[in-house]
């Protein structure tokens, strides 16, 4: 908490974009209660890109909901550009890529990515927003603007998710397994494309992911997280060069790197 | 909702016309033969006309008393029609008042369910002397056999939303009225239509019910004074109009579903 309050009243805000201290998340039933997070503290900086690993059912969808105010928190805070997680959600500061893209079936690629257009005007408003045709055109699927969400692939899908979730041009896009379902070579592609699309937008990211490459190619930091209780295991600084291109993944550093990572992740288990 | 693809349409429009017939021969056969069936049963084994006429003496009847089947073909569907739209409208509105308003679920869920165990042909006569003798009862008792079948459905259609899409709406900080615009409504469609169905072909039993008490008009009136006259004939052409009719408003229904849900194919279900 102390950071945070700091932060308000010193430096501008600008450095960070997310802040979590001593986060508690706990699911009470009426018999039982899981802690899903425990004790969790880390800072993410602003236009930042930060993923996360860690075992399955260790609390990652759960850290990224909390931020978004989609779960209620037990204990500790959480400051989203120096506010709180709902009132950050009521400035539509959030936008969240999901792991299935959760498209509306029945309305049309054009008006998937539309529809945050259309709704929660009452809070905060959509003053500025990107285009609908030219993000469509930005994740590669000019032309299928009429095309119902069952007629695409899954990859296909998963960008008109993340062009919906681009549309209203978010301060902080929240992605959860979003390429889980995807083959390799399509993985890969989208990679390419969200980082292009993240250096072009400045938009802080928090990526959720299984695969460890994949953490270590896309984050400039790599946030692991043990489980049961969910606690932050290690905080690692990725951060390979820009421009980051796939064949980075060959070299020794990269090899290392993810070894590290690897490492951390095994002495949980 | 606006471009389904027109190429791939037309494509299978051509080849599925003669499909489609391929597909009805075996009901169409199985039709012609139970009706064949009846004729040498009644023929063969000399059952009097006034306990069973033979086809063609039922096909005589829509050819000599066919105006005094229409005139009271056109009361019994207006009475079905109406029920119909008063029955499913108070259904649906009192659905999406149980998804918003959880006290009033606990209320009146249960006077529902308890109003649909009472049998139709029970309500009937009370609502003839409630209602007196001329369209009001029998728009009513069409309308009491729709309701409940479509106020089930409709509660669970709007509530099975992919909870996903309800974090997405939250995550834009859209009202609820917007969750119900955008999500609940259309993703209750293939609920509300399977009721629709059922209803389409009750509405017209619930007319014809109604018609039965103290009515001299439409199709259940004349079903009693065939009856009673022993004019089979007559009898059987009557309840075969009445059958037209519910099959002509299930037809209508799903020609109307096919239209409205393009996607439940696959996506949602
Ligand atoms: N709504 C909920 N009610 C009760 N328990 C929950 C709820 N959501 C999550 N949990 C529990 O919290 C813990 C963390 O769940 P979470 O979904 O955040 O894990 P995860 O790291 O995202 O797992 P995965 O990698 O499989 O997606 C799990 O033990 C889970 O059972
Ligand atoms: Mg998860």
Known sequence: ?269 | MNSPDPSAGAETRGSSRAAVWRRRLPAITAAVGLLLLWHLIVVGFGIPTYIAPNPFQVLQVFIDKGALIWINFWPTMVEAMAGFALGNSIAVLLAIWFVHNQLAERAFYPIAVFINTIPIIAIAPILVLILGNGYAPKVVIAALICFFPTLVNMVRGLKAVNPQMLELMRVLSANDWEVLWKIRLQSSLPFLFAALKIASTTCVIGAIVGEWIGSNYGLGALIIEATYNFRSPLLYATVVTGAGLAVAAFTLTSFVERRVVKWSSSAVF
């Not at chain 1, 989609?70 to 936008?95: K, N, Y």
């Not at chain 1, 998710?161 to 209203?168: D, G, K, M, Q």
């Not at chain 1, 993240?198 to 299984?210: D, L, P, R």
């Open chain 1, 1 to 269: 908490m102390t950071a945070v309050q700091a932060e308000e009243g010193g430096r501008p805000a600008s450095t960070t974009a997310i802040s979590v201290r001593d986060l508690v998340v706990r699911f009470d039933s009426d018999s039982s209660s899981v802690t899903a997070l425990d004790a969790v503290s880390f800072d993410v900086p602003e236009a930042g890109l930060v993923t996360m690993l860690g075992p399955t059912g260790c609390g990652k969808s759960t850290l990224l909901r909390a931020i978004a105010d989609l779960v209620a928190i037990s204990g500790g805070g959480i400051s989203v550009f120096g506010r709180t997680p709902e009132q950050a959600r009521r400035a539509r500061d959030f936008a969240f890529v999901f792991q299935d893209a959760a498209l509306l079936p029945w309305r049309s690629v054009i008006d998937n990515v539309r529809l945050p257009l259309e709704v929660g005007r009452s809070g905060g408003g959509v003053e500025q927003h990107a285009e609908p045709e030219a993000l469509i055109a930005l994740v590669g699927l000019s032309g299928r603007e009429g095309a119902l969400p069952h007629e695409l692939s899954g990859g296909m899908r998963q960008r008109v998710s993340i062009a919906r979730a681009l549309v209203c041009r978010p301060r902080v896009l929240l992605m959860d397994e979003p390429f889980g379902a995807l083959d390799e070579i399509t993985r890969d592609k989208l990679n390419e494309e969200l980082l292009r699309i993240w250096k072009e937008t400045g938009t802080t990211i928090m990526f959720v992911t299984h695969s460890v490459p994949e953490a270590a190619f896309l984050g400039q930091k790599c946030l692991v997280l043990s489980a049961h209780p969910g606690r932050v295991r290690a905080y690692v600084d990725v951060g390979f060069p820009e421009p980051r291109e796939l064949a980075i993944r060959d070299t020794l550093e990269f090899v290392q790197t993810t070894a590290h990572l690897r490492r951390q992740l095994e002495t949980i288990a």
